[in-house]
């Protein structure tokens, strides 16, 4: 799919930087919008929509701007996609007024989702497919701190300056990445595509290559979306404080960011398979909701330490098999529409635990996430992961 040679560090540098931007600008403001009592967020209902405007953009958008990146290159769109972050941030700076702040957040949104499918779908193209495991586990790697940092640095940012310092950061930070990408990552022309129908985008949607990792990929980010979001409610039923609440997130996202090189690695060595590691990864992730419904503090941190590194494991093993398994000059569609998918999961697993958690409780919210990880651990062991007939390639020995 790629050359033989791997990209010099100074080309992937950039592109770990634009996966812990999209990270960054999501928790930043995310985890700090109602926190300080801005007067835009006037109610609950207008900060679950603020919330739901860089989301709702990214799964609207992404495969959109995939396939954009597929036809006239990843790297204009990377590199207009980190401006127009910037852009939108800075609006809010200018405007410093409420009603701005909506469509600053909703151009976030959208510029993410531009930039973070053509940063992924760069990272396969300047790498050879024996690197992807590893090159997927340092993007993962630095997007984690990104969703660590956000809530951390972002919360400190507002408690110094307000709002508008922390969307100023922002705007920064877009333009630093975006001259930096600018500088350092090289042009990677489009491929020369042949005409697909519907028909055609419809069956290899739903072709076990991407349909396997992609589901994969969903059900870790359900998982990980459920422990940041429903563990510390968990901690505090136990009686435990905001220490170690918040402990146990900062626990997890740090499993989650140092597994996923080490898990790389190991692909890329054939030390595991496509399959095993998406299996075992499912299976430690299951395992990790289940311990969730143990009371008290070993309940939570288990469960923390559990959910991270089986996230951390899933996620460059997922990502390398889909760059394995699609056509180079659908490289960007295809990430486009996996991030699709794992919005989805970030979204639909939270729902489903609250919605469980609403009826009986929360413990019982655990395990029925954990449950369904656990049946499609078990579906990705029983089946079979099969070329693609447009070129794929081999991953540590096993065709995906």
């Known amino acids: 799919m790629t050359g033989a040679r791997a990209a010099p560090a100074r080309q992937m540098w950039p592109l ?36 739901a405007l860089y989301d709702g953009a990214e799964v609207l958008l992404k495969p959109l701007f995939g396939s954009l990146a597929d036809r006239i290159g990843a790297r204009p769109v990377l590199l207009g996609g980190l401006v127009a972050f910037a852009a939108a941030s800075a609006l809010f700076v200018v405007a410093d007024s409420p009603s701005w702040l909506w469509a600053a ?3 976030q949104g959208a510029a993410a989702s531009a930039f973070s ?35 951390l640095l972002g919360g400190l940012l507002v408690w110094t300056g307000g709002l508008r310092l922390l969307f100023l950061v922002l705007a920064v930070l877009g333009v630093a990445v975006a001259v930096w990408g600018a500088l350092a990552v ?87 398979t496509t399959r095993a590691g998406l299996t075992a990864g499912l299976l430690v992730t299951a395992a990790g909701l289940a311990c969730a419904t143990l009371p008290g503090l070993a309940g939570v941190l288990s469960a923390a330490t559990l959910i991270g590194v089986g996230t951390g494991l899933v996620t460059p093993v ?33 729902l489903l635990v609250a919605g469980v958690a609403s009826v009986a409780a929360l413990p019982y919210g655990f395990a029925v996430l ?31």
């Open 117 to 151: 499918p053509s940063a992924s779908a760069l990272v396969a193209r300047l790498n050879p497919a024996a690197k992807h495991g590893r090159v997927y586990g340092s993007y993962g790697f630095y997007k984690s701190i990104g969703y660590t940092l956000g809530p």
């Open 318 to 350: 997922g990502f390398a098999a889909l760059a394995a398994g699609a056509p180079a000059e659908r490289l960007g569609q295809t990430m486009g529409t996996a991030e699709l998918g794992r919005e989805l999961g970030d979204a639909g697993g939270p």
């Open 105 to 107: 957040r909703l151009g």
């Open 186 to 272: 090289p042009v990677v022309p489009p491929l020369p595509k042949t005409r697909q129908t519907v028909v055609d985008l419809a069956r290899r949607l739903t072709n076990r290559a991407f349909l396997a990792p992609t589901s994969a990929l969903a059900a870790a980010t359900a998982a990980l979306s459920v422990g940041v979001g429903f563990l510390p409610v968990s901690g505090r039923a136990a009686g435990l404080g905001t220490i170690a609440t918040g402990a146990a997130v900062s626990l997890l996202a740090a499993c989650a960011a140092l597994v996923q090189p080490r898990a790389g690695r190991a692909l890329d060595d054939g030390r595991i």
């Open 16 to 51: 770990y930087a634009a996966g812990f931007t999209t990270a960054f600008g999501a928790h930043g403001i995310a985890a700090n919008l109602g926190a300080f009592g801005h007067d835009a967020v006037t109610s609950l209902l207008v900060l679950g929509g603020l919330l």
């Open 370 to 400: 954990a449950a369904l990880l656990a049946v499609g651990a078990s579906l990705t062991a029983a089946g079979r992961h099969r070329p693609r007939d447009s070129g794929a390639v081999t991953v540590t020995g096993e065709r995906v």
